[in-house]
């Protein structure tokens, strides 16, 4: 699930993996480099036409039996999977969609397990930028989880597949299952290439693969690097139908939600980490246990304003070198100060934690040998060669890192969002994340231009409480009310909600308390839930 520093630390021109994003490792001892300061946020088929699943138009050919599958030469494949794949209380296919003569991006689909003829869809999607989708299917929100290492799935009863449909998508090209020229190598290394893949990807699945999904409320979701993604995308995409593009998906994009999400990198991160990592009590002691110690901070203090003065450069111009050095500067005198090379340990994605396997995955490998096991790929439809899946394409990242192009922040994009479409934005962030932590994400929120900036800015946070229910005595059930951390919102257009007891994987770390979320904003949750967005 997550990756760490020293991976890389060999390799001298190569950033150090950590999770989603690609951290630097220390260059205290050497010359600033900002060109290695970079950060990862980081599947012949036959067909009867006699057998007509359910919500399966006539004109859409249809599965023959669970785990058989069909193909459009040149278009797509499509496989249904069966309980012994992904334990999911309900159907699921996977498959990949050809999106240009080179490239195939794979998908996992699960239909919702209440109502899929009528529940909202949502893409959920991985960051990077390299990183497969995978991991937020099988260790946060998917309708299955990988619980041990090499085991079988498990029932995930926390699933979003519980009020949802939901697409997990491999992007871009020669992420995780996705392919460019039957391989890994190569694919985009910038955001309008990848745009224009998922955009034809959406049209091309929602037209000829499932186009009985097309016509129910539309989401996106997104997690750390996604933060970028996923405002280029719908930036793309909805200047596209404005335009009348022949070929661009049709469907207008209800909302979008950001978990954890790097609009900004630095102010999201450097910039914020004073405020995470330096809280003293009135003894001295951190309040955060692997917080920093005074001395640290001290030099972290005199480095923010700096910091804080090249990245307001960065936002005025977007222009890619400068914002590549910008993070440069902010990562070499702040973010370095993360390295467990010189702290011996610290789990970056969550302040509560220490590694404590071997890096560069801290002991995580359970849904990467899952994936990679023999009955995995057959039923997937990967035959004649072993598919060596990887959570994280290094390459990929390396060469979005060498573009400056993931430096960018994603403020114009948001903007256009808040203040020129219907699209909704709902923000999540888990309270113990320390690569994107709270405190600089607030900052970053309040700060982006749009209509209502002012409104927003001004307005209080509140607590929000969610409601958990387990079975009780006698067949009945009983319920408990938590705080689940704090939210504002503006006229459901622009909403932000923290995450009490969370990492960066908030939605894995609190499954059932940020469902409830997501439930609230799809609008699936009852009244008598006090909903908070």
Known sequence: MHLSFTALAALAASPTVVG?????????????????????????????????????????KPLSKPSTAYATPGRFTVSEQTEDICNAGGRQWTGWVDVSPEKSL?????ESR????????????????????????????????????????????????????????????????SRVRNGTVGGPDNELEAAQDFDR????????????????????????????????FVDYITKQQKRGMPGTFASKIESIILVDAVIDIIRSGA??????????????????????????????????????????????TLDANLCKYSHGFCGFYIDSRLD??????????????????????????????????????KALGIEGRHWNYTSINLDMNSRWASSGSMFVPSWRETSYILDETETRILAVNGNNDIIVNTEGQKRVYDSIPWT???????????DWFWLETSAGEAG??????????????????????????????????????????????????????GCPV
């Open 201 to 232: 990807f959406l049209h091309i699945f929602f037209t000829e693969v499932f186009p009985q999904f097309s016509h129910q409320p539309f989401h996106i979701s997104g997690e750390s690097f996604a933060g970028r993604y996923v405002p280029g």
């Open 271 to 316: 910039i914020g980490l004073y405020d995470h990592m330096c809280r003293f009590n009135a003894d001295g002691t951190n309040v955060v246990r692997t917080g920093f110690n005074a001395s640290t901070c001290r030099e972290i203090e005199i480095a923010v304003p700096e910091c804080d003065k090249l990245q307001a450069l960065c936002v005025n």
């Open 114 to 177: 209440d109502d899929p003829a009528n529940d909202p869809v949502t893409v959920w999607l991985n960051g990077g930028p390299g990183g497969s989708s995978m991991m937020g299917l099988f260790s946060e929100i998917g309708p299955c989880l990988v619980e041990e290492e090499g085991g079988e799935t498990v029932r995930n009863e926390h699933s979003w597949t519980n009020f949802a449909n939901v697409l997990f998508i491999d992007q871009p090209a020669g992420v995780g299952f």
């Open 106 to 110: 794979f998908f996992w689909f699960f």
């Open 452 to 462: 209502h900036q002012a409104k927003y800015r001004m307005t209080k946070f509140a």
């Open 476 to 529: 009945g059930s009983a319920s408990k009310t938590h705080k689940g951390g704090e939210f504002k919102s503006v006229g459901r257009k622009l909403a932000f909600a923290s995450v009490d007891e969370a990492g960066h994987t908030s939605p894995g770390d609190q499954k059932e308390a940020v469902g409830f979320l997501v439930k609230c904003w799809f609008g699936k949750a009852g009244k008598e839930e």
């Open 340 to 377: 467990p090379h010189d702290d011996g340990g610290r789990y970056l994605y969550d302040d509560r934690l220490i590694c404590e396997g071997e890096q560069p995955l801290c002991g995580v490998t359970h849904y990467d040998s899952y994936l990679n096991r023999e009955k995995v790929q």
């Open 20 to 60: 989603h994003l690609v951290m630097p490792s220390s260059h205290r001892s050497g010359p600033l480099q900002p060109e290695n300061l970079g950060w990862v946020f980081a599947r012949d088929i036959q067909v009867q036409d006699d057998v007509v699943p359910p919500f399966l138009p006539r004109q859409q």
